[in-house]
């Protein structure tokens, strides 16, 4: 395999065969030796297609006489990379975007159809030299969001009602971004200033996160992360700011016993362990043991002493009944604050797995409720924005259990920016520019209050 569109259209192959998106990137990457700019060209021609799919799909739509879903599989990716160089990237030729195109069709069996390819590509350049946004438009809000920032209607329309058109738009355009890589650095190793120092003499810009002590933003590309300064000595991890306002919620204080029951891959663990300075015992639960091997591969480099780890569904570990004084339950979502981060995600979830994973946040979040000792604490929290998942959950089980109420954010810990009247944080991305989320601490009242 020789060129970069070559590979994309590969990886593109395995995606519409059920692949997700970054593991069948990485398996050809890592097959072929490729260049690193060649490299980043490949992931943003996968990633970039996948995500766009929509938007570019409407387009053949529009400029072909057979609507994308009748075009074979692999024409229609083809097509698809061609339009999404022309209409996203700048910086590719109009003319090395057709040209490459128009062989990618003959070297993978349509070399029949090189003109169709080639008359596709050049009608768009020429309705975009005519036209602001060649794009036809429907009237309908949704459609019309839909199809210019490529999300599936049912998610334009969960946002919609929370948000308005003129926000929701914001908000699609956000997670069309690239994502960017924050860092949390380990103060049991080192701290910010000696972390920052080690990255810009290597050469990486770095900004710091207002109100969050710890974190640091990589606003430079890196090239591999484990490669960068401190890694190797467990000196920070990677977490996105927004999952470290979890841990500062959560309050965690050395000694105690904390139980984390979806821990893996430790994100949120490691981070509870470092607020404790490591004293004290961190339960770190989750069913899935490929994941909680990361956990541990994580607690090794970091140093981390504290931290206990528990293979099961936390639905059914009576072994923890009345044992935490604090709780995590990060639960399993449908990731709608990290579209931007998995450019397939937005194709994957429904509306019926978003019902599903309510039905098992609720399970989770009533049986966890059992974890914690008298006058404890849980904070829940998801990286997705359907209320259903988040504030529906809570509100049910507030409703279904009067000894429990929300405990709202103090106003000198980092979270207090974060939170609505009800007393839950909710995290815009497009507001606050890090990953959505949502997170809500809890505390078991005494009856004689
Ligand atoms: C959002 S992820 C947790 C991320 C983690 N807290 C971090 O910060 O790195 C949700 C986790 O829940 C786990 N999970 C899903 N259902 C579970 C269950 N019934 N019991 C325990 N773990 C579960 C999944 O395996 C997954 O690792």
Redesign the pocket.
């Known amino acids: 395999m020789t060129n970069s569109r070559q590979i994309a259209f590969t990886v593109l192959r395995d995606v519409h065969k059920g692949a997700y998106a970054d593991v069948a990137l990485d398996r050809v990457l890592q097959k072929t030796k490729l260049p690193d700019l060649d490299r980043r060209l490949v992931t943003e021609l996968v990633y970039g297609s996948v995500r766009r799919q929509r938007t570019l799909d409407a387009l053949i739509d529009q400029l072909a006489t057979k609507k994308s879903h009748q075009q074979p599989q692999d024409l229609r990716s083809i097509l698809q990379l061609g339009l999404y160089q022309l209409r996203y990237q700048e910086r590719i030729p109009a003319s090395a975007a057709v040209n490459t195109t128009v062989q990618l069709a003959k070297e993978n069996g349509f070399s029949g159809l090189t003109g169709f390819v080639n008359g596709l590509l050049r009608q768009y350049i020429r309705l975009t030299d005519k036209s602001a946004d060649p794009l036809d438009l429907p009237e309908n809000p949704v459609e019309r969001l839909g199809i210019l920032h490529s999300f599936p209607d049912w998610i334009v329309q969960v946002w919609l009602e929370q948000l308005g058109i003129a926000e929701t738009e914001k908000l699609c355009e956000w997670m069309n971004q690239t994502p960017t890589i924050d860092l949390r650095v380990n103060p049991l190793r080192t701290n910010l200033e000696e972390v920052e120092a080690a990255l810009q003499s290597a050469g990486i810009l770095v900004r710091r996160i207002p109100r969050l002590p710890q974190a640091l933003r990589l606003i430079s590309s890196t090239g591999p992360i484990q490669n960068l300064p401190g890694f190797k000595e467990g000196w920070w991890s990677v977490?996105d700011s927004s999952?470290q306002l979890?841990s500062y919620l959560l309050d965690p204080q050395p000694s105690e016993v904390v139980i984390?029951?979806?821990?893996?891959?430790?994100?949120?663990?490691t981070h509870i362990a470092e607020l404790m300075k490591d004293e004290g015992k961190i339960w770190a639960?989750?069913?899935?043991s490929s994941?909680l091997r990361k956990?541990q591969e994580n607690t090794q480099r970091l140093n981390l002493h504290s931290i206990e780890i528990c293979t099961?569904?936390?639905?059914n570990l009576p072994q923890f009944y009345h044992a935490g004084d604090r709780v995590?339950l990060?639960?399993?979502?449908s990731g709608l604050g990290t579209l931007h981060r998995h450019a397939d995600a937005r194709w994957r979830q429904t509306p019926e797995s978003v019902q599903e994973l309510a039905i098992?946040q609720t399970?989770?979040v009533v049986h966890i409720s059992n974890f914690v000792k008298p006058d404890g604490v849980i904070v829940y929290a998801?990286?997705t924005l359907h209320p259903a998942e988040n504030e529906g959950v809570i509100s049910a089980f507030l409703a279904n259990n009067p000894d429990w109420r929300i405990e709202p954010p103090q106003r000198d810990s980092p979270n207090w920016g974060y939170s609505t009247p009800q007393g839950w944080l909710k995290v815009w991305p497009h507001h606050q520019d890090m990953d959505g989320f949502f997170m809500v601490r809890l505390r078991k009242t005494n009856n004689s209050e």
């Open positions: 977490q999952a979890v984390d029951a979806c821990a893996a891959p430790g994100g949120k663990t639960c989750d069913r899935t994941r956990l099961g569904d936390s639905r995590l990060d639960a399993p979502c098992l399970e989770l998801t990286c």
